[in-house]
Every structure is written in structure tokens, then in C-alpha cells.
């Protein structure tokens, strides 16, 4: 910051850049959280043979590979910072592309399935230490 002939000149440019990089950073600390924290509700395995989840509980490991779909990104576009956590897509197409749907029925349910929310839930679960990881980067 430069004080000339009465005016201030406090280099908007470089703050603001600054602002934007400790945000972009706050936006993917708080990611990665949700994606730990989704992957620990999905948790272990319901035993062998398999013991599939109730209705309206988050889905039990089977083979790992849910779990191992979830995944964050942080995007930014037109000037805003967007931050996603779920079922990677582009992971999954070397898998399976039906994963994608299978995640999704679980978190939803259809006819004959009620959900198994794993989502929703931990995105409600985390939204504190979301709060605080944002406000810190912001002081």
C-alpha cells in the first residue's frame, strides 16, 4: 500500500488475487474433508456373506469400489469457485459407467428400494467445519 498526495493505492489487484487464491485453497481443504468424511459413512463392510444396508442408513462397503468412486473437484468459472464432491464419473467410466446410477439410487432410492443417503447427509454433517474452515481463510 502506497499513500500519495492523499490518496490511497492498495494495489486492488494483488489483494484481490490473493482474496481469490486463499478462498480457492478453504474451497478444497473443506472438499476434501466431505470426501473423507463421506467415504467413513459409507464405511466397512457389512460382513461375509454381505449384509446390505437398511433403509435409510448409508450403504455398507462391499467390494470398495463406491468408496473408492467418491471424489472432489474445484472449478473455477466466471469468476466463481465451485467446489463438487461424489461419485467421479471420469474414474468410473474405466469401471463401471452404471456406478454412477448404482450411487445414485442409493442416495434417492426407486420403486422398490427405499435410499440409502450417503450424500446429503454427511454434506448436513460437515457443514460447521465447513463454515469455520471458510471464515478462517477469510479473516
Known amino acids: 500500500m502506497k499513500v500519495k498526495g492523499g490518496h490511497i493505492d492498495w494495489y486492488s489487484q494483488t489483494v484481490l488475487f490473493a482474496a481469490f487464491d486463499e478462498i480457492f485453497?478453504?474451497?478444497?481443504?473443506a472438499a476434501i474433508y466431505v470426501?473423507?468424511?463421506i467415504k467413513r459413512k459409507i464405511g466397512k463392510g457389512g460382513g461375509k456373506p454381505h449384509r446390505p444396508s437398511r433403509p435409510f442408513e448409508p450403504p455398507r462397503r462391499d467390494t470398495g469400489v463406491l468408496a473408492s468412486s467418491i471424489n472432489y473437484e474445484v472449478v473455477i468459472e466466471k469468476n466463481k469457485i465451485h467446489g463438487y464432491v461424489g461419485v467421479?464419473?471420469?474414474h468410473l467410466k474405466s469401471k463401471s459407467a452404471t456406478l454412477v446410477d448404482y450411487g445414485l439410487v442409493?442416495?434417492?432410492?426407486?420403486?422398490?428400494?427405499q435410499p440409502r443417503p450417503y450424500l446429503?447427509?454427511?454434506l448436513k454433517e460437515c457443514k460447521t467445519k465447513i463454515r469455520n474452515i471458510l471464515q478462517k481463510a477469510l479473516k
Do not use: C, Y
Not at 25 to 29: D, G, L
Not at 106 to 113: A, D, I, Q
Open 120 to 122: 446429503v447427509p454427511s
Open 35 to 37: 470426501q473423507g468424511h
Open 106 to 113: 442409493l442416495e434417492l432410492g426407486r420403486k422398490n428400494m
Open 88 to 90: 467421479d464419473e471420469k
Open 25 to 29: 485453497k478453504a474451497i478444497t481443504k
